[in-house]
């Protein structure tokens, strides 16, 4: 199958690209790059010398609908949603790694996202592409919404808990860390190398994208609106999201009655993994692969539960969430080019 | 005046001696070590060839009195409340970095220290070094447990809010994240540098000995039992604490109450900078010095002050504020020998 | 084909786990770890909880020979000397990671290692494994001496412009830099995260084991007895080993002409990558693959060439390079298995 | 004295800054920013809240002259010499960090910084402030051109040696590493930090400004034109340079000679510190100080003496020395607000 990758330079795509390259039924067969159109993408990516020979194009919709099935979005904010119609009109499957589709609300991705939201029609077509928790209808989706990296990480640490409404929906905390190839390749001071190494920051308290996409599927699962507070951090390394969660449990529970809570929601999803007790998942042990580590921990003095979630923000958290998309939609095995193991140490 | 060091190839004695090596009124004229009497420290730590020419000393009590006023421990727990009493008895002051007597409950030092407390009569007179909090207490002490890091960033990030009686007590939630150094310098694969780098972990969920020590500081102020929920983490770095506490707000307050609320409250306190509206510290900038930075968010969909301190936790959380205790009990000017600025970047 | 992996906890056996977990040919069936024996795999390692199910074994040389065809060893200095000899005679190949079968002469390995040398009649029978010079030889093999990582860097660097001539035999200068992960998994203080992170530091000058294994080599391409100049120093990275090499050109060449001939020297080699003008190779451009990157510089002014040779030390250094020779003993193509692109960023 | 910043937000100024605070004759009394100007220093920084309350100012020679006795220029190349002899001929000392004042030769200046140098009278005037060599020149001086960090690090390693004649001037080879801050506070995407971590490499080969400069340096010792190869690469950390320098030892030596040697060439330098044999200093041992730190290792089978000479690029080779040479015009003791020790770890 031939598939495009839209927003070439950007981190997403080079992720993209090194999990396809030894998936066995994908090509890729285009890079789309605005700025970059006519550019060997291996100049700009030397580490793909002799491996990817490919130059960056210009996006032309009607030429791209005749040679490849699906394409990729791993565009920045308010791209995707003006191209990605007129693909689907044309029978191209899309998966979007960008916000643009994964709101339902026009007011609140306004609010968020600074702009309108995409056409009504295509919004309602975008099946929000969390794997573990919506796999059936992402098998028939034409347009996959793929997860935001904190969504994924801090939703799959909820959603048991939730669901099984053992916890208080009125006190949701999350306290989340990520690398800094969350914030992408577009340079700012505060991700200079001299100026972040050594260095742990916190940003956007209360105004973070990610807050109203969390609160939607949190929401949606427990069939009521929520709301959680959430405070996203920066860490000094390159990938990796940890999602520290604290949650009121409602009545008692033990730390292993938890994990076996949460072992059994997850018993058929190869990519999560529930830790035993008394271990928590670092953010290093899923470094460069697809798994989603959860641990638990009972506070049994102050009656919370303390969740532990943690992802490669550019794997799980977008680019190998979209490849877990694509072979969902395809009936292939959900492991299919994904089984590169994390890189340790 | 005359001090010795004990524990002298611990962290805290190193970083003791970079600022006491600038401080006007005082000598290191002895530093102690069990484990490396006779060893040049210089040997131990090169990079202060030519500067330090001390060699170690074993622990003599009786010829310790004779020659120093002061002695600061930078030793492990358990170790100094076997020495201190003596000390004290002989009349020497201490000032002990290490937890054997910030605890007043010997049920809870055992349970967390694994041993049985010191004697009674010194823990009562002891006091507990947070400078800001504890000024006059301290300038009549012979005996100070200076406090431990992430107690420092902690409380003196919510003691204004709760002494105040602006927030709920029975929800209290501190997210803490360290640099390496707060482990020490003993070897451990869990600070292998090539397991720590580009890593990021949560650990000692619901144990972790500051725990009671933020209990009791906080339960203080309040005038009532209080109990907090805290997660400690590790970040790939040397240097930095960063404490994101979660309280519930029993009335509507601004940012900017809030933030005027903790300038007030701060007002003569040298090494406590509050940050204006829409300015978050971060770790680097107070790295290798004094100050405690506090940010205040208040997040009015869910009503919950967001307060983030970051301290430098060998510095204000160690050997720092055991040099502020020092200045303060002997009159001195309270930020005596401890006017570096922050190392950026 | 089963394989057994002989010095389980160290990295380079996990590295082989993480490849061979994607071999189609291959199957790890037992790990041998003498301190570790009885404890489950994924208990040292946990990001592979769920991905490897072994417990780790006691060596067993003739229960070893039974079940596998195959043995690695990823064993500390002068362990594998002692079993290898033993494997060899009950008909099972083996692949050596460490330095034991390298070196020929016997007088050289006790000054560098400290002990004698392995057997001579299986010394003469090792081959050494450096793919892209040795491969025919490889072929026939049944002991494998897998090259060090300095060594593998360095003469890949240096043997194209020997093997042709261009430059003085007598002043080669090796300015070598490695990641930590080259120090292996033992705790040290010199690679403990607070005194590694922000350092960089040269050591063992002159002493390097891999002083002689580079002089062998490049003397069997010279047909002469040669002398290095060899420094290797430390990156705080984990990953990642970059040879700078100084060599005296004996008559001028240009800088493109130099590339022209490197690019001729490994044609039909698919690991090394020979970069274009203007183009110096950088550590992370190869982390986590099998990748030789080779740059190239003509100093007109001192009529010197500068070769840049970058590699993973765990990978083509090391588990890479391993699998590598196990793919060219077995006539299976030479990237099987060994496909995984680097990670970037 | 009151003293001037030009190229306020530069990572230079800051650091005089760092230093200055603490010096007790000197105030800053202004902080020039072209592009900054009317801005709060402390919003650009803020690290000095609280501490630095000057707003950065647009640059004004007659007014600049009336209230300051001396000037830093912190600016990037080709910015100083437009400005520096209009402050001279007002009688205003000035101390350029920037390379506008270090060539003697216009057309190597023209060569390597793609401009005119400036006009030849200044350029006359200027003393190269490398303390330790020329302090006598310097106390006279009013133009100080304040030596590169390559420089630094690589001459004071190279001078000894060079200047008792105990080595080929032929054969000099020096392999350099910095940290990032050496390039800057100016956004690059080879500086992002997520392509920047876990990175190592080298770069500008054979076009490195500093190579006219370090060439300059050394024919003036040698009386006779030198060439050099020099080659940069960059370290995966903030500060740091580690000259790893290797050079022909004309008759034999033992280390412990060479040892001898340096110890007596710097025994009236409170800033050289010369290492003891087996030791080799690390960058970090001088992190944030004014220590030049030179080790020594005389490779007896190839003839060659190696040089490890470090230093912290932004203090030694930067604001330190900078501040090293204002003590020197003036008659001060070299190190008066230069004793802050190196922070390790």
């Known amino acids: 199958m031939n598939v495009a990758i839209v927003g070439g330079t950007g981190y997403g795509a080079v992720e993209l690209l090194r999990f396809l390259y030894n998936h066995p039924h994908v090509k890729v067969a285009k890079i789309i790059s605005h700025s970059n159109s006519g550019i060997p993408f291996s100049e700009v990516y030397p580490h793909l010398t002799n491996i990817v020979d490919l130059e960056m194009e210009a996006l032309d919709v009607e030429n791209l609908a005749k040679e490849v099935d699906v394409v ?12 990605i119609p007129s693909l689907i009109d044309l029978g191209v499957k899309c998966i979007d790694l960008s916000g643009d589709f994964r709101l339902r609300d026009g007011g609140l991705y ?3 996202y600074g ?8 919004i309602q077509q975008a099946v929000y592409g969390l ?3 919506n796999r059936q209808e992402i098998k028939e ?21 939730l669901s099984k409404g053992i916890i208080d929906k009125k006190q949701i905390i999350i306290d989340a860390k990520t690398g800094t190839t969350g ?4 340079l700012a001071q505060g991700f200079h190398f001299s100026e972040m190494q050594e260095n742990f920051k ?6 973070h ?12 699962v427990a069939n009521t609106e929520l709301q959680v507070t959430f405070t996203p951090h920066v860490v000094p390394m390159t990938r990796g999201i940890m999602s520290t969660i604290y949650v009121d449990l409602k009545e008692k529970l033990s730390t292993k009655e938890a994990i076996n809570l949460y072992k059994e929601f997850y018993r058929n999803d190869p990519f999560v993994r529930i830790r035993e007790e008394g271990t928590i998942p670092q953010t290093k042990e899923v470094f460069g692969s697809n798994y989603c580590d959860i641990g638990l921990y009972v506070d049994e003095r102050t009656g919370k539960l303390i969740i532990v979630s943690v992802i490669d923000n550019l794997v799980k958290g977008a680019s190998g969430q979209a490849i877990q998309n694509l072979n969902i939609m395809n009936g292939w095995d959900e492991t299919t080019g994904l089984t590169q193991l994390p890189i340790y140490p």
């Open 131 to 133: 794997c573990e928790i």
């Open 115 to 122: 702009e309108d939201i995409a056409e009504e029609t295509y």
């Open 202 to 207: 916190a940003y956007k308290l209360g105004v």
């Open 209 to 220: 994208k990610h807050i109203p996409e969390i609160e939607q599927v949190l929401s949606d």
């Open 72 to 83: 990729f979005f791993a565009t920045p904010s308010n791209v995707s949603k003006h191209v």
């Open 183 to 186: 914030a992408g390749r577009s």
């Open 110 to 112: 306004k609010s968020y």
């Open 141 to 161: 989706a034409s347009l996959i919404a793929n997860p935001g990296c904190y969504p994924t990480a801090t939703t799959l640490g909820i959603i048991p808990a």
